[in-house]
């Protein structure tokens, strides 16, 4: 959404145009500002980090940051709009007017002049830390510690400078995303609410009265008034209760088109399309999706605002539903395109469990049949995190509605996806790149060769390639095909025992990683195994696209386990094992990740080569023809696909490397009956060309056969993905190794076919009774907290109306009204209770809470129960005055929503301290107040008009008749009086869900509390119906003198009579409007479900999504 619709969007709601702008304005400016200082913090991380690899002290003391001024914003809004171009210009030319400390201004329209100042700056910073070694007698020192002053003393205003130029980057490099932060523009949180000329400081169940004086009428001859004038203008509040009524009704039937909107939505999907190529008699479109929903999840939006500021922490992607989808088509729709992104529908209704050769597109075959593999959240206790893991299958065969596939996505939700999915978490990594490009030592320094060969001047990631212990073990690539039942053997090969062993993952694609999504994986999760404990060497930056690979690149980065290859270093060598960054190749269109940037592993010495290129192309690998003649091993590009043979002017396999002798082989992975139709038959012949004459493939093993040895160069290797790279004391032909496996039948000269170890019958409650890995706080950003504790606000008063005990942990909506309370840790402890809780919207908050235990601390029992939760529902703002004369009363506003709870617990229900003396029967959640308000009295009806008096009406002889003044007229009838307004209705009560592991569940009972009847307690009183209005008084008729006139037109006395004529009839009285009737009463049927689950694991399982608010599958 651009400047222009949201200026709509707020005037619509009669919002000034000025105001509007200030409000955009703020939004801007409270989001730079955030931005700034997350920059400052990273700042500080690296001079923390740089003080320890220099062997200086730091300290963290430092000047108060400074913020950007709101009035730059507010007075360059108009211009600039949302142009991140141009607010770049503005910021600049504000930083070059406030330079640090004795620093002449640069030019502001170069970006490297301010950067030159950023350095200068910082060497003067990191020349304020004493070294160890001379902390005793640095003068520096004052009780080993910086005085405060002196830390930044160089460049006092440093700090706020290299935030805002932080700032200015991001906006540069990854534009002005602040449509997320604009959609809160009512909340109190992160952007000012819009201070609407209505509002008042009254809640919506608070009244006003109005105090309005009796009207007073002018006289008229013979004692009657004249007919009254218009009523007066009322002094009071109907047209701000009617304004209030209008929004409500315009938020209800928002949310109502938003529920149903997911509703009709939920089979639809947003797909980054990753790859298209030939499967059997057709194509593939394989797309790493989301569920189209998840976009309109607050928790979802939540956590892009954080990524949006750089605010750090796991976005735990893995809550949403994320799914793998192969979808095949006979021919490619105009709308797919690799690496953008499609939205479409998948048929669900009729989904059959996959098997390892379906579905079958080798022969005939549905258009659009597709292969979903969903990813199942999970909560993990000891990773403090949400994770998603596929599940013990090969997936589900549906159906996608090839008509719906569409490359038409809405620009805002285009623009969530590429915030969320695009460039592996950019505005963070935009700002490390600029730090790296002022804090950086000098330049003579990184470019000295080093044990692992030249590391030449690089940003970030690039010096933790590897580190120095030449004997360390690594996996390369991690993934399986279609393995079928053995998925646990294979997995848990690679997984057990492994956890000290980095990964090597040559490209981003699902089938090179899929081991760390197994549900093997999953048991494994918070132990020494866990697969995202181990440091992951991988393309980085824009090469991690999509939902799924979003999700695992972060779980790595979690732990601080994500190692970018930057993409200014072509290759690293270590002893005899070298990894080089393929080159782009031009046959193919951006991205091409399967090429351009992937990582390929090159291993030996001399004429014994082996090479794996992953699924690059041979061309791409740079200095591929410089090992013509030296290669003894090759695995065979993209599992033996002859796509990535393909080269120019129509060539294949001209650029596979010529193999070393006639003893040469190569190797191909893939399964037998795959969709691809990779087969060593149709590949084979390219590779005999280059002088591979022997070759095999994983497709052709024996049975109880899983893998492939390799021993035949200089190192030892197994094909099963285990290298060792150690060139002291490299063993020859003579003492290499005998294969890790017993039984090994020898294929080849130094290639064995082994049987991998089965893993035990109880390994997945085997892995569960390993210990956790007890997570450091400075290497992982968690997800919730290990211990968390939960309680009214302190002070022993009453609540008010108004007490949020849980605010901190409110998610908002679009329009600024809180929508879940998202509670997450692996201890809970409730004291002080009830949580208050305020329900001011029409559709219910949500209060979920989520742990392994849950610790009830120094709680006195009322009856027996406990009372957990107390929503406190505003009631229907009332009407202070009755309706315009005549008029039917307005129905009265009905009290707003109750909220529900969603308490799960894995674990252990405990109750301690001073409260535990009575015993526990359950717990209650309560509600209170939410009454219906009056309907609005029906006005009264008007009086009948009175006719004029004091005329004559004169009868001639002829019968003629003549008035001296106006025509004497009869009363008029009162006005009828207005039906009362029906009575408002209570407010209403949403289901309740307790889930627990029924060997852990107390037997407790969960009840509703909603007060005592008729009792300020009582929850959900209806309003009572509106009176109908009086109907108005008949008017009097005209009294006049009737007059017979003689013969000549003279009246005399004995021929003068009073006459009047008729008086008006009285209005009928309004109807009373209806009461509500109590039996009616949606409060009545809310009731809590308990949900006992059977186990721990399965627990973990069930409360992990977020999208169980909107619809179950």
Request: proline share 6%; charged share 25%.
């Amino acid at each position: 959404m651009d400047y222009d619709h949201y200026i709509q969007e707020l005037t619509s709601d009669s919002v000034p145009q000025d105001r509007a702008e200030r409000v955009i304005a703020e939004a801007v400016w409270a989001y730079m500002n955030r931005l700034a200082d997350n920059a400052c913090d990273l700042y500080e991380q690296r001079l923390k980090q740089r003080c320890q690899d220099q062997g200086q002290v730091y300290s963290a003391n430092r000047q108060p940051r400074e913020n950007f001024p709101l009035e730059l914003f507010t007075k360059n809004i108009k211009t600039n709009k949302l142009d991140a171009a141009k607010w770049n210009a503005t910021i600049q030319d504000y930083l070059a007017s406030h330079m640090p400390e004795g620093m002449s201004p640069p030019d502001p329209n170069e970006e490297q002049d301010i950067l030159n100042c950023l350095r200068v700056a910082d060497q003067q910073i990191n020349a304020a830390f004493p070294d160890e070694k001379n902390q005793g007698t640095s003068s520096h020192r004052h009780d080993d510690k910086l005085p405060d002053h002196e830390l930044f003393a160089p460049a006092i205003p440093f700090i706020y400078y290299v935030a805002s130029a932080a700032a200015m980057a991001v906006m540069t490099t990854a534009g002005l995303t602040l449509s997320t932060h604009l959609r809160r523009k009512r909340g109190p949180e992160n952007i000012p609410r819009i201070p609407f000329d209505w509002d008042s400081s009254q809640g919506p169940g608070d009244s006003t009265v109005a105090i309005v004086g009796p009207w007073t009428g002018t006289g008229g001859s013979g004692g009657h008034p004249p007919s009254p004038p218009p009523p007066a203008p009322i002094p009071d509040m109907i047209p701000d209760r009617r304004r209030k009524r209008e929004r409500r009704e315009k938020k209800k039937r928002r949310q109502g088109d938003k529920d149903k909107r997911r509703k009709d939505r939920k089979d639809y999907y947003f797909g980054y399309v990753d790859r298209v190529e030939p499967a059997g008699a057709g194509y593939e479109i394989r797309v790493e999706a989301i569920a189209e929903n998840s976009l309109s999840d607050e928790v979802f939006m939540r956590e892009l605002e954080k990524l949006a500021v750089a605010a750090g922490g796991n976005p735990g992607f893995g809550r949403y539903r994320l799914a793998l989808i192969s979808i095949y088509v006979h021919s490619v729709p105009p709308a797919v395109e690799v690496g953008k992104w499609i939205n479409f529908k998948v048929e669900t209704k009729n989904k059959t469990l996959a098997t390892t050769d379906s579905p079958d597109v080798s022969g005939a075959f549905t258009d659009g049949v597709s292969l979903l593999e969903a990813l199942e959240p999970r909560f993990s206790i000891v990773n403090m995190r949400i994770e998603c893991y596929f599940a013990n299958n090969d997936g589900f065969v549906v159906q996608t509605d090839v008509n719906t596939i569409t490359k038409d996505i809405t620009a805002n939700a285009f623009a969530i996806l590429q915030a969320g999915f695009s460039t592996f978490n950019f505005v963070t990594e935009a700002i490390k790149n600029l730090l790296d490009m002022f804090m950086n030592k000098d330049k003579k320094e990184d470019e000295e060769p080093s044990d692992s060969g030249v590391n030449p001047s690089r940003f970030r990631h690039s010096g933790r390639v590897f580190n120095s212990d030449l004997t360390e073990m690594f996996a390369n690539d991690f993934g399986y095909g279609r393995v079928g039942t053995r998925k646990a053997t294979v997995c848990s090969h690679m997984i057990k025992g492994q956890g000290r062993v980095p990964i090597l993952l040559s490209h981003w694609d699902a089938d090179h990683f899929r081991i760390a999504k197994s549900f093997v994986a999953k048991y494994y999760s918070g132990s020494a195994d866990d697969v995202t404990y181990r440091t992951w060497v991988a393309p980085g930056g824009d090469h991690i696209q999509g939902p799924v690979t979003h999700e695992l690149a972060w779980n790595i980065e979690h732990h601080k386990k994500l190692l970018q290859w930057p993409s200014d270093i072509e290759s690293l060598e270590v002893g005899n094992v070298g990894i080089v960054n393929c080159e782009r190749n031009y046959q193919y269109q951006m991205p091409d990740k399967n090429n351009y940037g992937a990582l390929a592993l090159v291993i030996g010495r001399g004429n014994e080569i082996l090479i794996y290129p992953g699924d690059a192309n041979y061309e791409s690998i740079p200095g591929i023809s410089d090992w013509n003649h030296k290669v003894s091993t090759l695995i065979a590009t993209h599992h033996g696909s002859t796509v990535a043979l393909q080269g120019p002017r129509g060539s294949v396999g001209e650029s596979i490397p010529i193999a070393s002798s006639d003893q040469s082989y190569a190797l191909f992975s893939y399964a037998q009956g795959n969709t691809y139709g990779h087969d060593i038959k149709t590949a084979s012949k390219y590779y005999a060309n280059a002088g591979y004459k022997l070759v095999d493939a994983t497709a052709a093993l024996k049975p109880q056969e899983d893998t492939f040895e390799i021993t035949n160069f200089g190192g030892d290797f197994l094909s099963d993905n285990f290298l060792r790279a150690s060139p002291e004391n490299e063993p020859t032909k003579s003492n290499r190794p005998v294969a890790a496996a017993t039984g090994g039948r020898e294929i080849l000269p130094g290639l064995q076919a082994t049987s991998m170890p089965q893993p035990q019958p109880d390994w997945a409650n085997s892995t569960q009774k390993q210990p956790p890995v007890q997570l450091s706080d400075e290497n992982s950003a968690k997800q919730f907290p290990a211990q968390l504790t939960l309680g009214s606000i302190p002070g022993g008063a009453a609540p008010g109306p108004g007490q949020d005990d849980l605010l901190k942990y409110a998610t908002r909506d679009e329009d600024g009204d809180i929508v879940i309370y998202d509670i997450m840790a692996t201890k809970i402890v409730l004291e002080r209770l009830p949580l208050c809780v305020p329900c001011n919207t029409d559709y219910p908050v949500t209060v979920q809470i989520s742990c392994r235990d849950l610790e009830i601390r120094g709680v006195q029992p009322q009856d027996g129960f406990v009372p957990l939760v107390r929503f406190d529902v505003a009631n229907g703002s009332e009407w202070v005055q009755g309706a315009d004369a005549g008029q039917d009363g307005e129905p009265g506003n009905p009290g707003f929503a109750g909220g529900r709870v969603r308490l799960a617990v894995a674990g252990e229900w405990t109750r301690t301290g001073s409260g535990g003396s009575s015993p526990i029967r359950g717990f209650t959640i309560q509600y209170r107040e939410g009454w219906g308000s009056s309907g609005q009295n029906g006005g009264n009806g008007l009086p009948g008009s009175n006719g004029v008096n004091g005329g004559v009406m004169a009868i001639g002889p002829t019968g003629k008749v003549s008035y001296s003044s106006d025509r004497p007229k009869a009363g008029g009838n009162g006005g009828n009086g207005g039906r009362g307004g029906d009575a408002g209705a209570p407010g209403t009560i949403a289901d309740s869900e307790v889930l627990a592991v029924s060997s852990k569940w107390p037997g407790w009972e969960v009840i509703i509390d909603t007060g005592t009847p008729g009792t300020q307690s009582e929850y959900g009183k209806a309003g009572t119906a509106g009176k109908g209005g009086t109907g108005g008084p008949g008017g009097t008729g005209s009294k006049y003198t009737l007059a017979y006139t003689d013969s000549h037109g003279r009246m005399t006395g004995s021929n003068l009579e009073e006459a009047a004529m008729a008086d008006g009839a009285h209005g009928r009285n309004g109807e009373d409007g209806k009461e509500f009737g109590r039996s009616a009463a949606q409060s009545k049927k809310a009731r809590v479900n308990l949900k006992m689950v059977a186990t721990e694991d399965d627990m973990l399982d069930q409360m992990a999504p977020a999208d169980w608010r909107f619809y179950s599958d």
